[in-house]
């Protein structure tokens, strides 16, 4: 949390008086409440009073949620209102059909997710197949992956990494909180093991330079 | 045939099913390491251990089925099967002494870890599905409050800026005198009408300076102006082959004769 | 409250057991907040399991809400979740924007402010383009220029002036304090090359048909 205490230190504390915690709570209440989407603490504390601090308000605020009908939960470093999972079955009404998404669609989306960022060329590798283009435009157009740095090897190809909507989505966290993440890795199964010279798919001009170390990185 | 047939005696009739099945199907598969995966599920073992002398077998045989029965395989089917032809030799035969590139135990492992990660790939992507999601399990607010924008803009300039835009105006208008000031300007087609009207007149060489007219050679801009332009005419007077031009030596007068007519 | 009551009277209670209160308070307040429209008691009702008693519900949570960030209020039959009314200021977001004057804009208040009290015309003249509406306004708003003391000329033109909030920006005591033109041309600021058969001197007549007089006048 020391992140978030740090975005949210007021620069000039001596100007206003902040208003009272209770008050602050009540405000974060309020913001949360009325948005859709996440909202950052750097945007909480744009918007609340000068020297108010979002973040200490945030953690009274969650416990008072606990349990309740509608959890406070954490969005990347971002904070939205949702309902409880539980009670999922009362709001059927509310459902929004989604399209259903393509088998290759849904293991790009985890490759994409458990080993960000990743090329697209990795990608293929992982799932033995070209990658087709509508596979990647409908995951960009749900905004669930987007284009992260280009990677530092030859043809500097892009990187996806997924989206602040898309933990919004599955109700992660973070990345980290990926399921059976810890797992995977210590089973090798995130490395880039590069191929021991001719591999069928032939792709000696991707692997090998991914470095585990960039995964996950911030 | 009958050879064709042999070889397909020689399966177990679970094995024979299943790739027959596999035939039926090969559209389903999403490649050639899908199909793997798939074959490599009718061994019933940890991906880790898995035989990939007996894979690279069950490909083969579903390639050649395949071929026997006139289905079109994409191209990188043909690849992988002559790759696992290769290995299948490699992993066959004893290594070759002194022989470069990686054994056919490490290309066999490698083979067995994409197998693996592409399975533990969509075991990860199952699991992900199956997580509560947004809009099916949980909500949002249903009446969420646009926050009304007020877009305040505020103009910077400084001392600086406004000093520049004076200056720029101020040195525009230095030049305006120049520009407006026709009276001590004197144009080369008034330089040319009264030269071609007085060339006729001075049969010998003239110094180009005579033609300059009365009250043009005090004022210094007058007679630079006059100078310029009775010049300007003399050369296009020249070009059109009126006149002849002469000067002994740098800086000498310029004399000018009209040139006579054949 | 009593119409609440009235309507939540389950008919059948035998069926299933009702969810302890606990609960049913959970399930109104998830629904509430994830329905786009108020929602009835009879709706309430309808969606929450069997022999449940929404109308009771109701009174707990909006207590529970009671001067919180968020109120469960009343709208017409049915109900809802809004935003506490002293906290409406929230969902206003002010975003300030710096932008550079323009040319036109920057040049038009130079000419006021080295040639006040100046006329629409003069300002044309000089710059010798002419001044758009929108540019006078916008430094008549940005309270830069204010009208001064009409011309006593044929028409009686108005004349803009430069105004105290124009000093304050510019950290300028009075418009005298203005650099003059040999000050601008030693700063660099002037193209330095006079101009044929123009002398220094001659500067001065050009200011002449403003009326030297009339500068800087307070």
Redesign the interface.
């Known amino acids: 949390m020391s992140d978030i205490n740090d975005a949210a230190e007021p620069i000039e504390k001596t100007l206003f008086e902040a208003p009272p915690m209770g008050e602050q ?7 949360l ?5 996440p909202v950052s603490v750097a945007e909480l504390t ?3 009073p000068h020297g108010a601090d979002p973040a200490e308000a945030l953690v009274t605020l969650r416990k008072r949620y606990d ?4 959890n406070l939960v954490r969005v990347g470093d971002a904070y ?6 539980d ?2 079955h ?2 059927r ?4 059909e ?1 399209r259903k998404l393509s ?2 669609a ?2 790009t ?3 994409v ?2 080993h960000q960022p990743v090329t697209r060329a990795e990608i293929e ?6 990658v087709s283009r509508g596979t990647v435009d409908q995951l960009l157009e749900l905004e669930w992956i987007r284009l992260g740095r280009r990677r530092m090897t030859p043809g500097r190809p892009v990187t996806f990494v997924v989206t602040e909507t898309f933990l ?5 966290e973070s990345a980290r909180d ?3 993440l810890k797992e ?1 890795r210590s ?1 090798g ?1 995130l490395d880039s ?1 590069p ?7 032939d792709e000696a001009e991707d692997d090998g330079q991914i470095g585990q170390s960039e995964l996950f990185e911030d | 045939m009958p050879d064709d047939w042999e070889d397909d005696a020689r399966l177990a009739p679970l094995d024979r099913m299943a790739a027959e099945a596999l035939i039926v199907d090969v559209d389903g598969f999403e490649g050639p390491l899908d199909l793997l995966l798939t074959l490599s599920r009718t061994q019933k073992v940890d991906l880790r251990r898995v035989s990939v002398l007996q894979l690279a077998e069950q490909y083969l045989v579903f390639v050649a089925q395949a071929q026997m029965l006139r289905i079109e395989l994409a191209a990188d089917y043909l690849v992988m099967a002559a790759w696992l032809a290769y290995l299948k030799s490699r992993l066959l035969l004893p290594p070759e002494p002194g022989a470069d590139g990686p054994s056919a135990e490490d290309l066999a492992a490698h083979l067995a870890f994409q197998l693996e990660r592409l399975s533990a790939m969509r075991d990860a992507a199952a699991r992900l599905m199956a997580r509560d999601q947004r809009g099916r399990d949980f909500f949002v607010r249903g009446i969420p409050e646009d926050v009304m924008r007020h877009r305040k803009i505020t103009y910077s300039a400084t001392l600086l800026d406004l000093m520049r835009a004076y200056a720029r105006i101020r040195t525009k208008d230095e030049f305006r005198p120049f520009v407006m000031d026709r009276n001590h300007v004197f144009t080369m087609e008034q330089a040319l009408d009264r030269m071609r009207g007085l060339i006729g007149y001075a049969g010998d060489w003239a110094d180009l300076t005579s033609f300059i007219p009365d009250g043009w050679d005090i004022n210094p801009m007058r007679r630079r102006s006059s100078t310029a332009a009775h010049f300007a005419a003399m050369l296009e007077m020249a070009k059109a082959g009126q006149v002849d031009i002469r000067q002994g030596d740098t800086f000498a007068p310029i004399q000018i004769k009209r040139r006579e007519a054949r």
């Open positions: 709570e009540r405000m974060v209440e309020a913001i409440f009325a948005s859709a989407d744009a918007r609340m349990g309740r009908g509608v939205a209102m949702r309902t409880a999972p009670l999922g009362l709001m009404k509310e459902t929004v989604t088998r290759a849904i293991e989306l985890a490759i997710a458990y590798e992982i799932r033995g197949v070209a919004d989505h599955f109700g992660l990926l399921p059976g995977l089973a199964l093991r191929s021991p010279g001719l591999t069928p798919a």
